[in-house]
């Protein structure tokens, strides 16, 4: 049997996969290699968005066989530019930002399809690569995302 954290993070890729270029988004997600655990560099897919689990803690939840578990993600969102210009890649990853907390804040996903009981996001930034980091000059957006979960333990 898969562990809940495994659930949560293969939910949590498929909920952001949900951006599809259509209604309220910008660009499309839903391709198998855009939204991932982990990533290349430089990416081989314009645009992505990588996922990086970097702590989870608990705490004793309401009852003595319930723990309440958070789960910090890192999300590193990468897009180009038709123009290559700073303002077109800030501007660009702006838009998938967007998108990408555009499906994980809609109602029918905060709960990353049952697994959590919500989802926040905190800490969004948005910058340019070009002179940073080897590799072409793309739009970077990131943010830390929690999930909340209860586990139930046998006595």
Request: hydrophobic share 40%.
């Amino acid at each position: 049997m898969a562990s809940n954290l495994r659930s949560v993070i293969t939910n949590l890729i498929s909920t952001i996969q949900q951006a599809d270029a259509t209604g309220v988004y910008t660009y499309d997600l839903s391709a198998t290699d855009s939204v991932k655990i982990g990533g290349d560099w430089p990416p081989k897919v314009l645009p992505c968005v990588y996922i990086y689990p970097v702590t989870i803690s608990s705490e004793h939840g309401t009852t003595h066989t319930a723990y309440e578990r958070t789960v910090n993600f890192a999300i590193l969102c990468f897009v180009g530019a038709d123009e290559m210009t700073v303002q077109a890649r800030i501007l660009n990853a702006a838009d998938l930002v967007s998108d990408v907390l555009s499906a994980l804040e809609l109602k029918a996903n905060r709960s990353l399809g049952g697994t959590v009981r919500d989802v926040i996001t905190t800490a969004a930034t948005i910058e340019d690569t070009e002179g940073q980091l080897d590799g072409p000059g793309l739009g970077v957006g990131q943010f830390t995302l929690s999930a909340n979960y209860v586990l139930e333990r046998g006595i």
